[in-house]
């Protein structure tokens, strides 16, 4: 490995302010990820040609894949920077930099943060929750049958990092797609014993605009995701429980 690193990153430090790249080089230390590296240039914000500027601005928490706050697009692709480890992104492009920029479907707020509200948004248009208040004591909830919580387990570990949403051709304000996320979480909502009291709301609102019909099956998605959740699989079961419901609705209106 060389004793430095190049890395290209694309900023913008208004929401509707210029785009511009900086190069920077940054000492090389086994086990880098893109975080540490980000790290290393706030700690001396200083580019290629020596010319001082001001350290990244990044959304970054928990460092180890849980949050989702990190997500960017690291050498062209929607990753995480706590998991995007420098070895291998140096492996996949040798002798060239390594390019950061912020995800391009969401409005940019400064350098790589970006303002993600539309999938919270877009979870609640889904009623992705448990309607459960929490203000007095219900007891013991419902039992779940094994073969149901290993179905629910996967789903439920979704850290909200729009890499899925980032990557699917469908999703953008034309079609107002909802996206993988959302969608997966309204399955594992409503087989929630609690949260199936919602599931026909659920199903009727992904039958609107933006809704399941709007899922062309790139399958992006699901080898973006950096958790490996079951997103087509989830698309897949939504859209027939979406059909079953129209149906019931049909007749019964």
Do not use: H
């Not at 959304?59 to 995007?84: P, Q, T, V, Y």
């Not at 909802?178 to 009727?204: H, W």
């Amino acid at each position: 490995m060389p004793s430095t690193i190049q890395v290209e990153i694309k900023r913008q430090a208004t929401p509707n302010g210029p785009c511009t790249t900086e190069t920077f080089e940054v000492p090389y230390r086994p086990g880098m990820n893109i975080t540490s590296l980000l790290g290393e240039i706030a700690l001396n914000p200083v580019d290629v040609a020596g010319k001082p500027t001001s350290p990244v601005t990044y959304d970054s928490n928990c460092l180890e894949e849980i949050c989702g706050s990190c997500a960017m697009l690291i050498n062209g692709k929607a990753r995480m920077a706590c998991s995007a480890l420098v070895d291998k992104l140096q492996a996949e492009r040798p002798g060239q930099p390594i390019t950061l920029a912020p995800l391009s479907k969401f409005p940019v707020v400064r350098d790589l943060a970006v303002d993600r509200s539309v999938l919270f948004e877009n979870l609640k248009k889904v009623k992705a929750w448990v309607p459960i208040d929490g203000t007095y004591d219900l007891g013991a909830g419902p039992k779940q049958a094994p073969q149901i919580q290993e179905q629910r387990y996967p789903l439920s570990n979704c850290i909200s990092c729009c890499c899925c949403m980032e990557v699917c051709p469908q999703f953008n304000d034309v079609t107002n797609f909802v996206g993988a996320a959302p969608i997966a979480q309204a399955k594992l909502f409503n087989m929630d014993p609690s949260g199936a009291v919602l599931k026909e709301e659920r199903l009727r609102a992904l039958a609107g605009d933006g809704g399941i019909q709007e899922c062309g099956f790139a399958q992006n998605c699901v080898q973006a995701c950096p958790k490996e959740l079951p997103l087509t699989e989830a698309i897949s079961d939504m859209g027939r429980d979406v059909f079953i419901q129209q149906v019931k609705d049909f007749f019964t209106s």
